[in-house]
């Protein structure tokens, strides 16, 4: 199973998420990407729980609807598994060997590397470039996830009649989206670190970028989900009347006040909090600006509040601002759904690797 597979044709960009399932295709006319088709499904509450499949059935049926909704062709697909499942280590191994070498070497090293039994685990490897310290090492990223994280999702889309071309892990794909923003944000982010908070239905993910590569990674189960709980208690809702009415509007007077503006608050404390963390961790490396991705992030205003508690400029993640769009694809949906798209579309960028 390649996960860094180079020179791929066309995939469809398929992320699983807690709540929804996102497709996206893309092609790519000279130098302008173009969406070809793209969908999101909803998922049952438990079909994902802590980013593990606990529903494969369900998932299928998910991706064939989304396939059905989006009237994509392909049958090739890319998922990727969640950065908590996945151990990276950077190792730094002679340049003289062929990928060949390498491969039997990092099989012979990776017992010290994974903890656990290498019968259970998918492994692969990147050469990253020379090594900073020493002209005659390369770089090589050893990536490793257990055996059925990757399976459970191959078995989805198997099922959904799709097949998995290419497994990534989620922080590589929104790196690979990344690159779609640097060219959005007002300076230039050669030499910056930005920060990316994905918040999502039941994790929010910060991903820290610096000079185009990811530098840390945390998550933490915290999402959109509890805003739908609120609105459910306070107005004797169900859970899927809460979820359309937090869409679509329709809720008393006091919802913004009482319910809306506090779980705002909450949500930029998470992201100060992860902050903290990352700045403590990293000899005190600054952030020189916030991108918002994720459902969550096309709460209006969150941006502001964001700027305003935490002294960052922050911006709402539109990875489709300089693309064409076929006729399959209806732009304002496209827009609404951005932010959260961020994931599948670094998916589907896989196709031009």
């Not at 390369?138 to 998995?164: C, I, Y």
Request: some cysteine; glycine content about 6%; aromatic content about 6%.
């Amino acid at each position: 199973m390649g996960w860094f597979n180079k020179g791929q044709s066309a995939v469809l960009g398929i992320d699983i998420s807690s709540a929804a399932v996102k497709l996206l295709e893309l092609s790519k006319s000279g130098s302008r990407y173009r969406v070809e088709s793209y969908s999101v499904t909803s998922l049952p509450q438990d079909a994902v729980v802590d980013k593990n499949i606990a529903n494969i059935d369900a998932i299928s049926n998910a991706i064939k609807k989304a396939v059905k909704q989006s009237g994509a062709k392909n049958k090739q697909a890319c998922v990727a598994v969640a950065g908590s499942s996945v151990m990276t280590k950077v190792i730094s191994m002679p340049s003289s060997l062929t990928e060949d070498e390498m491969e039997e070497q990092i099989l012979v090293e990776a017992d010290q590397y994974v903890p656990y039994s290498l019968d259970e685990v998918n492994l692969d490897f990147d050469i990253q470039g020379e090594s900073e310290n020493n002209p005659e090492m390369v770089d090589v990223m050893l990536a490793a996830s257990r055996r059925e994280n990757v399976e459970d999702r191959v078995e989805a889309l198997e099922k959904a009649g799709l097949k998995a071309k290419i497994v990534d892990v989620e922080a590589f794909a929104m790196e690979n989206a990344f690159a779609l923003l640097a060219d959005q944000l007002p300076n230039s982010t050669e030499g910056q670190t930005v920060a990316i908070a994905d918040i999502g239905a039941t994790m929010s993910t910060l991903n820290v970028i610096h000079d185009f590569r990811t530098v840390y990674t945390r998550e933490q189960g915290f999402g959109g989900k509890q805003l739908t709980g609120e609105i459910q208690r306070r107005y004797g809702l169900s859970f899927e009347e809460a979820g359309l009415a937090k869409r679509q509007g329709g809720l008393p007077d006091n919802y913004i006040v009482d319910v809306l503006e506090p779980f705002k608050k909450a949500m930029v404390q998470q992201i100060a909090r992860s902050l903290q963390f990352f700045v403590s961790s990293s000899a005190n490396r600054g952030v020189d600006s916030i991108i918002l991705a994720g459902g969550c992030s096309s709460i209006v205003g969150l941006e502001k509040l964001v700027e305003q508690e935490l002294g960052i400029p922050a911006y709402v993640a539109n990875p489709f601002i300089n693309m064409a769009l076929s006729n399959k694809v209806k732009p304002q949906n496209l827009s609404n759904d951005a932010p959260s798209m961020m994931i599948a579309c670094g998916l589907a960028l896989r196709s031009f690797d």
